[in-house]
């Protein structure tokens, strides 16, 4: 299904995002990778991204620099401690201290800036139903509001030579459904890190709040995630 | 007029920014100056937004630095030629080549992650009228529809802590009558930088559209602009 059209694709490195990118390139989209080095904890999902980015062939992959952690105000940016061995049915209600002020709004916008220089209006993010209840910019809401302003900030929306779409393709997969979904389209989740604390090494900690839904994701599928844990006998 | 309240203000060092910032320390508002780095041509902007912040005496000045010239697409950046000796009629008609894609979206989007750290929702900065014909991200339909999504996107928001306002206090006010409001508020505009091309020594060009602009609106208060030009005898 090859249609010649250009998106870009936010990309963690994580498995949503790697999962989000892989429909993306399934539906005959070019994908442009965009990655932030954001001073996060988890340096090593930049690495993770380029791994995955090059696995998919992209049409092209950039790694903006950019400083959140200036602001404060996030345990993923290492100024609130960072929950630790919740179980999953805990995780997912009220915003978690791992909430970064604006980030998906920041991500969005360098997004929207790429977007309107390759001159298309596609954006693929890979947000999904589980981070509802804890993440206001993970919402279906914010965004369609997202894209009307989107369409009212750009060149390219105003002279309606693109129409800004915010493609959300894992909004209501479980992370279940979304590891199912990846495993069909050929993902190699070994190349992926979604752990908010993993080691110099790579290995994921198994403890903090995404560690403990990808196992579950993993286990429900009646599969081990294949990536490393610094515990390997955890219970979830 | 103490209030108490909060507002990040966006800082370029410009005339415009620099008097909204004024504007808004007028009003009451405990001022947080928002600067960025962006690998424009003028760094020396991001000097006079320093001398500004100090002189205005705000409560913090940060400067983020982020690459918007790794999407290129914009003459500011460096990818297309500057526009010279243009007449003042000729300017805001179209979009112009010293258009950034989304970069207001981008710079208020960390303006929202600091104003949501900071526990405000006031945010102000100096779009104006002039710019309405060029840039599509200074138009008040654009400014309304980020509130809307600023209010979807963050945890402030969606708790109702706090409500997003893009205070846009110059957006009906011609350059005249931006720098008559300036000089009442006691804006000293020596230390403001307008020009796209300015040299290392930090002299205005005196050719690019902001210098035209900016001339043309001290010529029209009967005053001559304060800063130095390279070329001291313009014709507007």
Redesign the interface.
């Known amino acids: 299904m090859e249609t010649g059209r250009k998106a870009v694709a936010l990309l963690s490195g994580g498995l949503d995002s790697t999962t989000a990118l892989a429909i993306a390139s399934q539906q005959g989209f070019a994908v442009y990778a965009l990655s932030f080095d954001y001073g996060q904890r988890a340096v090593i999902e930049i690495e993770a991204a380029r791994h995955v980015a090059a696995r998919s062939r992209v049409a092209d992959h ?1 790694v ?5 952690g ?4 996030s345990a993923l940016t290492g100024d609130l401690p960072m929950p630790r061995g919740r179980r999953a049915d805990e995780i997912g209600h009220g ?1 978690p201290p791992s ?8 991500f969005l ?2 997004a ?3 977007a ?2 390759l001159g298309t209006g596609d954006i693929f993010i890979g947000a999904h139903i589980l981070d509802f209840g804890g993440y ?2 993970c ?1 279906p ?2 965004f369609r ?2 894209e ?3 369409n ?4 390219a ?3 309606g030579s693109a129409s800004f779409e915010i493609h959300t393709p894992l909004i209501d997969l479980s992370k279940a459904q979304i590891i199912r979904r990846g495993l069909e389209l050929g993902v190699d989740y070994s190349l992926t890190v979604s752990c908010y604390t993993p080691s110099p090494g790579g290995e994921a900690c198994g403890e903090c709040d995404s560690c403990i839904l990808r196992v579950k994701g993993f286990r429900e599928n009646g599969l081990e995630d294949p990536v490393r844990y610094r515990k390997p006998r955890m219970t979830v």
């Open positions: 950039v903006v620099r950019i400083d959140l200036v602001f404060g105000g915003i909430y970064v002020p604006a980030r998906n709004t920041i916008s360098f929207l800036a790429w309107e220089v206001p910019d919402r809401a914010y509001a997202y009307r302003m989107a009212l900030a750009t060149k929306g105003v002279e």
